[in-house]
């Protein structure tokens, strides 16, 4: 029987985690959910699953989850102190699938308290890659990567030779705007990038997707993840999101992974620890496909993809910083106070401002993430406000 916790379990990756739970559910004891403003679906999901302590983030809600889990042995927690608590029960698996850089806190305490993590939560590797990777190795937990590409990326170089690795492709839809131009993507509103052709997923992602941050996320993911130099990432828009990922070999020889966009097949890799298990997804059935078209991306449209590029480069606290800054700049956007392609400029121009300040180059410590965190939503705040 293994441990498992949810961190983020009321939202996609969380749900589908659970559904994964629930077709073998003599293998898993569910310890830990957390949750945030929808707790009618956390209350149903610790009372299906039985789980042991569950959590909102929010705080207001506290009475509400513990009505409706009034009678039911299970314990209730609230706020950000209730996630960590969460967080800190011994679990063998825990998932990382809080959206954006609140789930950086809760996934370290996890691997703190000796929980291998699967990590959907890109942001923390983001912010904080270099600290989570110190935690997991000085207590001798996992880090599994849960997105699709980096799934795919460590199913394509499992037992290859690091040496033999000479690049690797990730690939990106485009997301819902892959066929506008630039000139089209000026005044596109918040609900038309809401809409994910493949996908589906969180709304802050979905964005995230039509905008190429979340390539851009994704790039320094997979430099922390694997340990890849710039030169040897490269990004091509796949508009059918079957491949998610190529490994290029120094003999000429490539790797492609090819699998269906449900997030199971990856949550499922990472769940089973590299064994497969059988999942009821829908086929990819080549021939009915025909093609499978790779193209560059063109960086005057997807200029978010550009700075994800010069984060890798630049190192140190920029990571921490570039995501805070989108964070900042897609609330923004999704309150119709900046446009679709303002994000980017907020995000470049909070970078510079940071940079011209030589505030990015510190060690990546726990204090200066989240001092820069806050440094670079201010200072993008301060930015919007200049519109
Ligand atoms: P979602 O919006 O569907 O769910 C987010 C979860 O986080 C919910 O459980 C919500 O209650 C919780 N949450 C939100 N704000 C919180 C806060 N301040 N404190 C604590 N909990 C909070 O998002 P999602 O699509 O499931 O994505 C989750 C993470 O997984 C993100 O980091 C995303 O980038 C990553 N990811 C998602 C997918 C996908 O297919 N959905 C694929 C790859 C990676
Ligand atoms: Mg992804």
């Not at 190795?137 to 040496?163: F, N, Y």
Request: charged content about 25%; proline content about 3%; overall charge negative.
């Amino acid at each position: 029987m293994k441990n498992i916790s949810i961190l983020g379990a009321t939202g996609s990756i969380g749900q589908n985690t659970l559904d994964l739970i629930s077709r073998d559910r003599q293998k898993f004891k569910v310890v830990g959910l957390t949750g945030a403003s929808n707790i009618e679906l956390l209350a149903e999901s610790a009372i299906k699953f039985k789980a042991d302590v569950v959590a909102t983030a929010n705080d207001s809600k506290f009475h509400d989850l513990k009505e409706m889990l009034s009678g039911h042995q299970i314990e209730v927690c609230a706020g950000k102190n209730g996630v960590l608590e969460v967080a800190s029960r011994q679990a063998d698996w825990v998932m990382s699938s809080i959206v954006g850089s609140a789930g950086l806190l809760p996934g370290l305490k996890a691997l703190e308290v000796g929980s291998n993590l699967a990590l959907a939560n890109k942001e923390s590797m983001v912010a904080a890659g270099p600290i989570m990777k110190r935690m997991a190795k000085a207590k001798g937990v996992k880090l599994m990567p849960v997105d699709s590409e980096h799934s795919a990326i460590s199913q394509v170089i499992r037992g290859e030779e690091r040496s033999s690795l000479s690049k690797i492709i990730i690939t990106a839809s485009g997301g819902a705007f892959r066929d506008l131009t630039k000139a089209d993507l000026i005044g596109v509103t918040p609900d038309q990038a809401s809409m994910h052709p493949n996908w589906t997923m969180g709304q802050r992602i979905t964005i995230d997707s039509a905008s190429l941050f979340n390539k851009a996320l994704e790039v320094i993911e997979a430099k922390e993840l694997f340990d890849l130099s710039i030169s040897e990432i490269e990004v091509l828009i796949h508009p059918q999101s079957l491949v998610h990922a190529i490994a290029c070999f120094c003999d000429g020889g490539m790797k492609a992974h090819i699998g269906p966009p449900d997030m199971r097949h990856a949550i499922a890799y990472a769940l089973y620890e590299e064994k497969r298990f059988n999942l009821p997804v829908d086929e990819v059935n080549l021939s009915e496909i025909g093609t499978l078209d790779f193209e560059k991306p063109d960086l005057s449209k997807y200029p978010a993809l550009r700075l994800g590029f010069d984060v890798l480069q630049q190192g140190g606290l920029a990571g921490a910083a570039f995501n805070a800054a989108k964070e900042e700049a897609l609330d923004n956007f999704l309150d119709y106070k900046l446009s679709f392609l303002g994000m980017a400029d907020i995000v470049r121009a909070t970078m510079e401002e940071l940079t011209s300040k030589n505030l990015l180059s510190s060690e990546v410590e726990l204090e200066a993430v989240i001092e820069i965190d806050l440094q670079a939503r201010s200072v993008a705040k301060t930015f919007v406000e200049k519109i």
